[in-house]
Nanobody, 121 residues
Framework: QVQLVESGGGLVQAGGSLRLSCAASGSIFSINVMGWYRQVPGKQRELVAA???????PYADSVKGRFIISRDNAKNTVYLQMNSLKPEDTAVYYC???????????????WGQGTQVTVSS
């Protein structure tokens, strides 16, 4: 199995910044895509940003120019630098990775437990 541990959420004023981290551990052979999603009550979970092993980084239109995703492959860790935060960025942020376990032939998705980000106006 793969465990994803997120950190860095919290309360921040509008215009401020936060940096989320997500470290993957377990019997990991390789990780393909890593990404961040967010969800507010009553709405579907949505992609915020993702990063592939090749460095492709799709972003949601709502965060382009404000958020930056990056990863440290040696540490199996993905980061989300969030700048110019807005109240509408308030959500629970979830980390997701597509990983292949040692001894396995395929990739599957794993999710973190979520971290709350609250942006006050």
């Amino acid at each position: 199995q793969v465990q994803l541990v997120e950190s860095g959420g919290g309360l921040v004023q509008a215009g401020g910044s936060l940096r989320l981290s997500c470290a993957a551990s377990g019997s990991i052979f390789s990780i393909n895509v890593m990404g961040w999603y967010r969800q507010v009550p009553g709405k579907q979970r949505e992609l915020v940003a993702a990063i592939t092993t090749g460095g492709t980084t799709p972003y949601a239109d709502s965060v382009k120019g404000r958020f930056i995703i990056s990863r440290d492959n040696a540490k199996n860790t993905v980061y989300l630098q969030m700048n110019s935060l807005k109240p509408e960025d308030t959500a629970v942020y979830y980390c997701k990775c597509s990983a292949r376990l040692v001894g396995s032939s395929w990739f599957r998705d794993y999710w973190g437990q979520g971290t709350q980000v609250t942006v006050s106006s």
